[in-house]
């Protein structure tokens, strides 16, 4: 099984300030997505952003961005102009495109906004 | 926001006796999933379908056993409750991605907190 490591139990940031989520995988394989959720108190999984590994470019969705780093097996969010909204646990979770069936996640990353 | 509903959504048990949750879906997707989420350690797949009436275990499967007699309903059972069940529970799906549909991720239900005392 794939190993996703969140090294960051805890983040704060101030608002409208910059933070930045680190994620790290292990896999021997080329082909395979990646994610980031975000759990608010309401319990809700929600899907943030998503890369494609065969992709080299970034994703980005509005104010979250990732670094990819394929050949380093690393996964890093960045969330801009931080809101009291983005609180929540993040999680970083791998699918592969050849165990079709199964996102492996790591332990996830509470994130506190500061006002 | 896809159609997975999960029930009940709060249950609070004793310790032997069986526990069953549901996950209804209304996107006729092909995967469904079961996972436990506690502190520290994110989530985990417990059980999942790929099919009616196909099933397999995921890395906390025992304790548990889960049944697809329906594209649309998937069962999560607790023949005999423990404490160290005590656990939110999410139901997930997925279509597949080896056609190169979909876009790869999961949809989660809202989660069933269980109390196992």
């Known amino acids: 099984a794939q190993t996703v490591t969140q090294s960051q139990p805890e983040m704060s940031v101030q608002e409208a300030e910059t933070v930045t989520l680190s994620c790290t995988y292990d896999t021997s394989e080329s082909d395979y997505y990646l994610f980031w959720y975000k759990q608010p108190p309401s319990r809700q999984m929600i899907l943030v952003i998503r890369q494609e590994a065969y992709k080299q470019q970034n994703a980005t969705e509005n104010r979250f961005s990732v670094n990819f780093q394929k050949a380093a097996k690393s996964f890093s969010l960045k969330i801009s102009d931080s809101q009291l909204g983005d609180a929540a646990m993040y999680f970083c979770?791998?699918?592969?495109?050849?165990?079709?069936?199964?996102?492996?996640f790591g332990a996830g990353t509470t994130v506190t906004v500061r006002a | 926001d896809a159609g997975i509903t999960q029930s009940p959504r709060h249950k609070v048990t004793e310790t032997g006796t069986p526990v069953t949750l549901r996950c209804h879906q209304t996107?006729?997707?092909?995967?469904m999933y079961w996972y436990r989420q506690d502190p520290g350690h994110g989530l985990r797949l417990i059980h999942y379908s790929y099919g009616v009436k196909d099933t397999d275990k995921g890395e906390v499967s025992d304790g548990y056993s889960v049944s697809r007699s329906k594209t649309e309903d998937f069962l999560l059972t607790l023949e005999s409750a423990t404490s160290s069940q005590t656990s939110v529970y999410f139901c997930?799906?997925?279509?597949?991605?080896?056609?190169?549909?979909?876009?790869?991720?999961?949809?989660f239900g809202e989660g069933s907190r269980l109390t196992v005392l």
């Open positions: 997930a799906i997925s279509e597949s991605q080896l056609a190169g549909v979909g876009p790869g991720e999961l949809f």
């Open positions: 979770a791998y699918r592969s495109r050849s165990n079709d069936y199964k996102l492996s």
């Open positions: 996107e006729n997707h092909r995967y």
